[in-house]
C-alpha cells in the first residue's frame, strides 16, 4: 500500500514523465475488482479524459491528483500494486484498473493488488471527496511544524485515550502515514505503539514530532520502502527497521529482543527494553 513517501516520488516521477502531454485513449475497469472504485462508467471516462493535458500533480496524504486539462481532475489513492509509465512503442498491458495513452504512444496505466481508487472529478470536485475533504497537514507541508503538531496531540489527548499507533495510523489524523512506516516512526522516537499519547510530554512529543518528519524525508529520498516499486517498476531502496524481519534479529539500538502482536488491525514491531 502506498504511503506519503510513495506518493510523493510517484507524484514527481508523473510529472516528469507525462505533464504536458494529451491523452489520445482512456480506459478503466480492463479488469473486475471489487474493491477498486470508479466514479464514471468507462465510456464516459474514456470521452471526458480523451484530448486533455497532463498538469502538476498533487499529492493529498495517501492520495494523489493529476490535472486533466481543462477542466478536469484524476484523482487515485489508497492503493498499492503497480503504477507505471511506459515508453512509446511499449505493449499495453493485458489487464489495468487505469489506462491513458497519449498522442506520442507513451503509456500510464495502474493495477491494484487490494483496493484503491482511481476516479475523474471536474476541477475543485475532487476536494469534496471523502480522505481528501478537509484533510489536515501532511508531515511535508510547511504548517506541519511543532506547534502545530503540539497542539493536535494535546487536543486528542484531552478528547481521551489515544495511542501512539492510533495517533500515526487511524482517522487520517496525520494523512499519509500508514502501519508500516509507523512502526519506524516509534521506534526512532522511543515510544511504544499502545502508549498513551496523554502520557507524553515535551521531550517525548518533541521526539515524536522529529522522528515524523525526519522518517517520511528519509523513506522519500530512497525512492519509497524497498518492497513497493516507482513509476518504472523499480524497488524504493528503504529497508524498514521494524517489521516482520525485525523479530528474527536483536534491536539494532540496545540489542534486546523485538516484540511482535496485532493491534489496531495491523502487526506492531516494537524493542520494549528502548521504546517505552
Known sequence: MFELPECLVLASQIDSTARGKVVR???TKNVPHKFVWHNREPAEFAALARGKRVGTPLVHG????????????LLFGECGGALRY???GATQPDRYHLLLVFEDESLLWARTAMWGGY??????????RDYVRGQKPTPVDPRFTFEYFDSL?????????????SLLTQDQIIPGLGNSIAQDILFASRIAPKRD????????RRALYKAIVGTVKKVTAAGGRYDETDLFGKPGGYVRV????????PCPRCGGAIAEALYLGGAIYWCPACQT
Open 153 to 165: 496531540v494535546k487536543s486528542l489527548a484531552a478528547e481521551g485515550k489515544r495511542s501512539a499507533k
Open 25 to 27: 485513449l482512456a480506459a
Open 86 to 88: 511506459e515508453k512509446a
Open 242 to 249: 521494524m517489521d516482520k524481519a525485525a523479530t528474527k534479529r
Open 62 to 73: 495517501r492520495w494523489i491528483s493529476v490535472p486533466l486539462e481543462p477542466g478536469f481532475v
Open 197 to 204: 499519547i496523554g502520557s507524553l510530554g515535551p521531550p517525548a
Open 119 to 128: 476516479e475523474l472529478y471536474e476541477k475543485g470536485k475532487e476536494l469534496e
